[in-house]
């Protein structure tokens, strides 16, 4: 069974860093991490889920413009990890973190829709 657990969330003074991981395990044999698209979304109190930064098989990556030059998506594909860097954090980060994986090769951004596993999300809180 797929799980995807998310971890390093926490609360944090604007201006701060933190830096979430996603672990990955239970794929069946054959299944290739490092092949795989990946994503890490947010949902704030009262708010849809969001799209933070995503990674295609190609290696190419892409953010949302409020958090361009102050969040990176990276993998260690060894580890089936995926990590975001959260760097000069801000209040309006607050939300919940889900990091997401898709079942096989992705060339594109996808669609949430379009991503087969779901972590149960990290909390992280940026007080001003």
């Known amino acids: 069974q797929v799980q995807l657990v998310e971890s390093g969330g926490g609360s944090v003074q604007a201006g701060g860093s933190l830096k979430l991981s996603c672990t990955a395990s239970?794929?069946?044999?054959?299944?290739?991490?490092?092949?795989?698209?990946l994503g890490w979304y947010r949902q704030a109190p009262g708010k849809e889920s969001d799209l933070v930064a995503s990674i295609t098989t190609a290696g190419a990556t892409q953010y949302a413009d409020s958090v361009k030059d102050r969040f990176t998506i990276s993998q260690d594909n060894a580890k089936n990890l995926v990590y975001l860097q959260m760097n000069n954090l801000k209040p309006e980060d607050t939300a919940m973190y889900y990091c997401?994986?898709?079942?096989?090769?992705?060339?594109?951004?996808?669609?949430?829709?379009?991503?087969?596993?779901w972590g149960q999300g990290t909390q992280v809180t940026v007080s001003s």
């Open positions: 239970g794929f069946s044999y054959g299944y290739i991490f490092s092949n795989c698209g």
């Open positions: 997401a994986v898709s079942s096989g090769p992705s060339w594109k951004t996808l669609e949430p829709d379009e991503y087969s596993y």
